[in-house]
């Protein structure tokens, strides 16, 4: 801030020389300029304003100026500014975030590999063994998703729900090819279908308003439908595949009991039955939906 103007003189020439008084907003220390300068707050050196920009006056009167103007802290969380960025991104390189584009990505790593030696700041060895000891002594593990409380998380519909909908917005979804054609015949006869959606923390392939009903397809291998429950749980003991396959069969039986429970129609189809039919037969199937 401001504290006076004072007026020295140079030994040499005689002249009276003015010099303003200021106390350093940032770490309090005095210092002088020859000119007074017409601004709120005052530092002695670049880095007293970059630590105010960071963490001091600098930022709160900022943030203050764009709660008034804005309505937020930062212009980069208006929903405004957020939507002109990412058009103009889109119009521009066909992406929503900068980081996305294709020539930031090679150059991002090219210039890490030029300093570290790799291509992501992950990959550094400081960096993973700074991360390892960090997550060991708040959690006792190296691995945040094998965390008791990060597990809980993960594994709650809001998580399950914003990463269902995060995949379906950018594409990523996977159908395959017999889901895909029953639905091509299903959207011929009805409207209203809607594809991928949650229910009870669970992706359903399809719904159809109009007839209230869910539609789930099942491929016969994965669900555990080509053998037996014993062979399956025996097999789940020592093999991955197996104890995923397990896992989805147990679900399918929880989704069938919730949707009898809650009165609601839920119906399954298997990509083996969708593959034993021929179009004229799978167009009867559908079809018949509608009575």
């Known amino acids: 801030m401001y504290k ?10 005689g002249w009276k020389i003015k010099r303003c008084v200021y106390i350093c907003d940032e770490c309090g220390n005095e210092y002088r300029r020859s000119n007074l300068t017409p601004t709120t707050l005052h530092f002695c050196c670049k880095d007293c304003y970059t630590s105010s920009q960071r963490s001091g006056k600098a930022k709160e009167n900022l943030e203050k100026h764009f709660l008034e103007t804005i309505g ?6 208006s929903r405004g500014i957020i939507d002109a960025r990412t058009k103009h991104l889109q119009e521009k390189y066909g ?9 930031v990505k090679d150059k991002k790593a090219e210039t890490f590999f030029d300093h570290y030696g790799t ?5 550094r060895q400081e960096v ?3 991360r390892n000891n960090v997550m060991l002594e708040k959690y006792g593990t190296i691995a945040a998703s094998t965390h008791p409380d990060v597990k809980r998380k ?3 519909h809001e998580v399950k729900q914003k990463r269902f909908n995060t995949l ?6 996977m159908q395959s090819g017999p889901e895909k054609r029953l639905i091509s015949i299903f959207q011929s006869i009805f409207d209203d279908i809607k594809t991928h959606i949650t229910i009870n923390g669970w992706s359903i392939d399809f719904y159809i308003l109009s ?26 003991k020592y093999s991955r595949i197996d104890k995923e396959i397990l896992n989805k069969f147990n679900r399918d039986q929880q989704q069938n009991i919730w949707f009898k429970e809650n009165n609601m129609k839920l119906v399954r189809i298997t990509d083996l039955e969708i593959n034993a039919m021929n179009d004229e037969q799978l167009f009867s199937y559908c079809n018949s939906y509608m009575m």
């Open 154 to 156: 993960l594994r709650s």
């Open 119 to 123: 291509t992501n700041n992950f990959g």
């Open 4 to 13: 006076e103007t004072i007026f020295l003189i140079n030994e040499k020439t």
């Open 95 to 103: 992406v929503e975030n900068v980081s996305q584009i294709q020539d």
């Open 128 to 130: 993973r063994e700074k």
């Open 168 to 173: 379906k917005k950018n594409g990523n979804l």
């Open 72 to 77: 937020v802290k930062n212009p980069y969380a």
């Open 211 to 236: 007839i209230d009903t869910y539609f789930q397809v099942d491929g016969v291998f994965w669900h555990g439908l080509n053998r037996t429950l014993e062979v399956i749980q025996e097999k789940a």
